[in-house]
């Protein structure tokens, strides 16, 4: 049994979101990822395809920020130690809520997009894999 620490959900979110990345870009479809959408409709006045690095950037925000925000959440929910299965368990069902909240409110809501059951798929892959990688450093306790 590990502690459950905020240096550990920044830890394991940067990581967690650094393997989600890998596989975007290897599996996805070579479309700019939804941030850089966001970026270039909100913050700039090009195409997505020009704001692919402060898309990855914001990316990466967000997945170290939704790792703080489960060590947040778990000690609220009495999880204070937690053991490595467990962990990974919660971070697969933490990553099908990302992606629900990614999918329905981020994607069809804020950037108007309507996409593909293949993407569709893929984005719940991209999304469970950041929560399995997630609770596996938590759980193993490496930070």
Known sequence: MVEITLLGG????????????VFMTTLGDDAPPPTALFVSKYLGDGKPSEYMMPGMALHILYGIGAGIVLTVLLPLAGVGDIEL????????????VLFVGAAAFWMNVVLGLEPEGKAVGMFLFFHLTYGVVLGGVLGAGVV
Do not use: H, S
């Open 10 to 21: 920044l830890v394991g979110g940067l990581v967690a979101t650094i393997v989600m990345t």
């Open 85 to 96: 299965l467990t962990a990974v368990g919660i971070g697969v069902g933490y990553g099908f």
